[in-house]
């Protein structure tokens, strides 16, 4: 039984010249997200194609659900329009999540089961984190709020300010890759199964059977369902939410 968890390919190599840079690498993860950004602007630009103010088709009907459901969430979540702002942004990285994390049913890999991915998206939801604290109480402001309650906690304040993104990051990516091993774990042993298996019928027959998976119809499918649609949704909710509730936090100092 094969199986690879090496990580993403690498398809091409684009040298820099400079040793400290390396080499730049076109991995499949990029690709992949490439065609998610592709996949989501295509549909954005199909949604938005001849709006209305009255008699609007089904089109505009959706486009306008899904602006107001980023609305109403964000809303409901912060306590009113005071984080408006925020709504584009959230609506683009949930949207991102979700499609990276469903692209995985047409056979291609995720590109969030690449930790670089959540850690890049966590690097920006930390910067947001940060600019809404020193907004709310100023420079001095944010540096006084790693020495509360007493002066000692200062480390571990600062330890659980550098936690955040990091865990953000590892619950997204734990989640999705444990996903795709599980999954690839069980396609590649069922096959091992039905070749074991099928290979005690006697003659040709046995043989020619022994090379047909029958056994990765099924079950696979029930699994599939639940990590690349049920746990791909509800991770990219679950970052999302965590990232309205630490900007709005942050903001209110």
Not at 6 to 11: E, L, N, P, T, V
């Amino acid at each position: 039984m094969n199986f690879d968890i090496s990580g993403a390919k690498i398809f091409f190599r684009i040298p820099t010249g400079i040793p400290v840079l390396g080499d730049i690498l076109i991995t499949e993860t990029i690709l992949v997200s490439w065609l998610v950004m592709a996949i989501i602007t295509g549909l954005c630009i199909f949604l938005t194609r001849n709006l209305k103010v009255e008699k609007i088709g089904k089109r505009q009907a959706v486009a306008e659900l899904l602006v107001e459901t980023a609305t109403n969430l964000v809303r409901s979540n912060t306590g009113g329009k005071r984080f408006d702002r925020m709504i584009p942004f959230v609506a683009a990285l949930f949207s991102t999540s979700v499609v990276s994390n469903l692209i995985s049913l047409t056979g291609l890999r995720s590109p969030t089961a690449d930790l670089s991915v959540e850690a890049a998206w966590a690097v920006v939801v930390f910067i947001m984190i940060t600019a809404n604290k020193i907004k709310a109480g100023g420079v001095l402001g944010y540096l006084k709020g790693f020495t509360t309650p007493i002066f000692v906690m200062t480390p571990f304040n600062i330890l659980s300010e550098i936690a955040t993104p990091i865990s953000m990051a590892c619950r997204h990516f734990g989640n999705i890759l444990s996903g795709v091993v599980i999954n690839g774990l069980i396609y590649a042993a069922l096959a091992l199964a039905s070749s074991a298996i099928l290979h005690l019928i006697p003659g040709a027959a046995g043989q020619l059977l022994s090379q047909i998976p029958i056994l990765d119809v099924g079950l696979p499918a029930i699994l599939s369902f639940y990590f690349d649609w049920f746990s791909g949704i509800m991770q990219a909710f679950i970052f999302t939410m965590l990232t309205i509730m630490y900007i709005a936090n942050a903001a209110e100092g």
